[in-house]
């Protein structure tokens, strides 16, 4: 049986095994930018390309990850993550606190016209961000780090996701097409 894949006007949308949808967009590679004097940090327009092809609104929800940096999420990507929290009036327990703690430091970004987001100061601080930052493609999301620490720990990260990847089970690789003789 083959499992539909859905669209949407807004985004597009595959759906897999027991119903977890995937935003189509996956970004990769990275960026060396700068966080200007105002807060703005261009998004490159390699990963904007890719949110408009998929529909995707001018905005990315901004939150902070102690050790991590910044996450980036494409709006469609956030809210389908968010939804997954569950829709309880009155959350219980640990769940109530990391609602309030995970949105509560959440900023919806918008998109100027040049394509930079501003991001709040309370934002870059509480990550240690200052001026020089990469951005990072990664699948779903787009990471924020300090430029200098990302390079030094380059070879480092190839080596250890090589290492890594030896251990992933992502099943058998597709069959490529035979080509018939003439």
Sequence with gaps: MTTPVTRTARTSWVLL?????VGTVIFTGHSELTIDAKQRLAVPSKYRAQMEQSGEPGSLFCMPWDGHGL?????????????RQGKRMFPVGDGAE???????????????????????????ELVGLKGDVVVIGARYRLDVKDRAAWMSGLKDRFQRYSRQGETLDVGPMPTPPTRLAN
Excluded: N
């Design 17 to 21: 095994g027991k119903g977890i949808r």
């Design 71 to 83: 996450m980036l999420f494409p709006e469609s990507v956030f809210r389908e993550l968010a939804d």
């Design 98 to 124: 990391l609602q309030t703690d995970m949105f509560g430091l959440t900023e919806r970004l918008e998109l100027d016209s040049a394509g930079r987001v501003t991001i709040p100061k309370f934002l870059t």
